[in-house]
């Protein structure tokens, strides 16, 4: 059941960053920046940020959870 | 919470699939479309293609739909166009094994019917403007239309690529679906609001019996991209579209694990190496070689293994169970429509 929890943890994780994510843009990028083009590149980048942050995030926490598992060739 | 309407049409699509899914298998056996169920002992041939069954459902079901609210014939046909070019996209491949990248971007065909019925009807298919949680409508222009070709070619395909065990498919589907469904309630004050999905969470309920471990019969390309594009067309109908992204959170992680790992779209019967070994005694361990793609599955299995196929099914469901009910938590939190 480790994996389980593990793994929702870490869903939970990116749900709720998700969530602040949409909440920051709106409040700082669509509530201050005037300029259409502008607004778009700045949310643009925010969300590829994000997305980028979370798989590399990811990609590290699986390379060290699959190193750590246990070599069962060696039984 | 559900209405009568949305509990027959369910009710509808659950028989048809629950008849059709044993006569498919049969079918499918009798011209020798059978494929090895690789995680038992003695590898059996399973009949495959089992999408036939569930499209078998689905399409009834969205006639009887618009009989019964002929307002929503625009909606309906939408979805009816989606589900069956996912459909024949998975069907061919079925037969005639496609090429990962051929594959994906055959499914990005089938927003094209999304986009057709926003033209043609504009008030009833409205697009853009996504629910989200807290702040309600999401201004969303420019990158909107720049992901509307993944919003259906996504899910078909993230669904496709979590179809590897007996039953993980359906039962992880039918949960998203419900959770949309039930959010689309939470969401809109509308009693039919969720009518949309009924047809797809009946034929779901109606073929998992037999997709279930030990399956007697195998979804297919055709069965996964259905079950796929049906979910993603309806979010962008229902304005769902982040609800629906949370619900099959597990299937975006995976694909974006294996496709990251692999560097690429490849199909399965591409890679040199299996993310899992499959043990003397039919228990599944996570591989070690660092070739190997990374899933869900071989994290799972570093974390938890070895593990028996059904113990792994059950705990893959279960992360889709933990998502469908952060999907829930999410309409929860948008304001009220």
């Known amino acids: 059941m480790r994996a389980l929890l593990v793994i929702s943890a870490l869903m939970a994780a990116i749900w709720a960053s998700l969530i602040a994510l949409v909440y920051l843009v709106e409040a700082l990028i669509m509530r201050w920046v005037a300029l259409s083009l502008l607004r778009s590149v700045l949310g643009m980048t925010a969300y590829a940020a994000w997305v980028a942050a979370w798989y590399f995030t990811l990609m590290r926490i699986a390379r060290r959870v699959l190193k750590r598992a246990p070599d069962l060739s060696a039984r | 919470m559900v209405s009568t309407a ?34 038992k002992p003695g590898r059996p041939l399973v009949p495959y293609s089992g999408g036939v069954a569930l499209y078998i459902a689905i399409t009834p079901s ?18 009816a166009l989606v589900a069956t070019t996912a459909f024949l996209v998975g069907l061919v491949d079925d037969f005639k094994v496609l090429g990962g990248l051929t594959k994906t971007a055959l499914t990005l065909l089938a927003v094209l019917p999304v986009v057709a019925a926003h033209a043609v009807w504009p008030a009833q298919v409205q697009l853009g403007r996504p629910l989200v949680p807290v702040l309600g409508r999401l201004r969303l222009t420019i990158i909107y239309w720049l992901l509307l070709p993944l919003a259906v070619a996504g899910p078909a395909n993230v669904v496709n690529m979590l179809d590897v065990f007996n039953g993980v498919m359906p039962a992880s589907t039918l949960l998203a679906t419900l959770a949309l469904m039930i959010s689309t309630h939470v969401i809109y004050s509308d009693p039919q609001a969720g009518i949309l999905l009924a047809p797809l969470v009946g034929a779901l309920v109606g073929y998992l019996p037999y997709n279930k471990w030990p399956a007697r019969i195998l979804n297919g390309d055709s069965g996964s991209l259905l079950v796929g594009a ?32 692999v560097r690429g779209l490849k199909e399965h019967r591409a890679m040199e190496e299996r993310p899992v070994r499959i043990l003397p005694d039919y228990r599944l361990a996570a591989s070690r070689s660092l070739r190997a793609p990374i899933s869900l599955t071989r994290i799972i299995l570093a974390l938890d293994g070895p593990l028996s196929e059904r113990e792994v099914a059950m705990r893959l469901v279960g992360l889709g169970a933990v998502s469908s009910l952060m999907a829930l938590a999410s309409a929860l939190l948008v304001p009220r429509w």
């Open chain 2, 6 to 39: 949305e509990a027959s049409l369910a009710l509808f699509a659950a028989a048809i699939a629950y008849l059709a899914t044993p006569l498919i298998a049969r079918a499918m056996r009798a011209i020798g479309h059978v494929r090895p169920d690789v995680h």
């Open chain 2, 230 to 261: 049906y979910i993603g067309a309806a979010a962008l109908l229902t304005h769902t579209e982040f609800i629906a992204m949370i619900a099959l959170m597990p299937h975006i992680l995976n694909g974006a694990l294996v496709i990251g790992s």
């Open chain 2, 62 to 79: 969205l006639l009887l739909l618009v009989l019964l609210h002929p307002s929503l014939l625009p909606q309906t046909t939408t979805l």
